[in-house]
Structure formats: C-alpha cells, structure tokens
C-alpha cells in the first residue's frame, strides 16, 4: 500500500508559478513511477506529467511541455510539479498517482494504482 499527499495547490493570477509536492508513503513508495494528473469541472481527468522512479526519464503533455517542471527527490519521498506561466485553462484539481505498468502505459490513468487526494489549483486572468 501507498500513500499519497499533494500540497502547494493555490489560488494564482495568470503568467505566475506554483510547484505542487507529491509526499509518498509506505511499502516500497521510492520504486513506483509517479504521474500528475489533472481535472477540470465537467472535463475528464488528462494526463500532466510523470517521472520514472530513478527519476531519469521524464514524460509530459503537449499542453504544458516549456512551462511545468517535474523532478523527485527520492532521500524524501517526494515528486514535485513546477508549474510555470500558468494560464486559465490551466486551472484544475491536480492529483498524483504512483503508476502499476510499464513506462509506455505511463500516460494511461488506469495504469496507476495508488492515487492522492488533489490538490485544487485555480489561475485567474
């Protein structure tokens, strides 16, 4: 079992940054890719960004590859989300997911099996 907590979440004005933190806990948490995922109100959940447990391969959506940032620092247990140049559309509660398959699943929601709570994160104009 896997426990995830998102933090850094906020209320932003438009062309500013946040970083998101994913603290992972419990058996083995340090060997599991890590995903960030997002939802919008009336949207479905779409894939953000992931990074592999070494943190040596890195992966993000179209929409926010130049601007958003993900890392880990795996002496903590924890997976950031730099978010920068934020826009509306940007806004959404933004969730962490410790992923179950092989990297060519990593964009795939149903491929992680652990998921944190959200964190909502709102960009205003």
């Known amino acids: 079992q896997v426990q995830l907590v998102e933090s850094g979440g906020g209320l932003v004005q438009a062309g500013g940054s946040l970083r998101l933190s994913c603290a992972a806990s419990?058996?083995?948490?340090?060997?599991?890719?890590i995903g960030w995922f997002r939802q919008a109100p009336g949207k479905e959940r779409e894939f953000v960004a992931a990074i592999s447990w070494a943190g040596r391969s890195t992966y993000y959506a179209d929409s926010v590859k130049g601007r958003f940032t993900i890392s880990r620092a795996n002496a903590r247990n924890t997976v950031y989300l730099q978010m920068n140049s934020l826009k509306p559309e940007d806004t959404a509660i933004y969730y962490c997911a410790a992923h179950s398959g092989n990297w060519g699943t990593i964009g795939a929601p149903d491929d992680y099996a652990y998921w944190g709570q959200g964190t909502q994160v709102t960009v205003s104009s």
């Open positions: 419990g058996r083995s948490s340090s060997i599991y890719n």
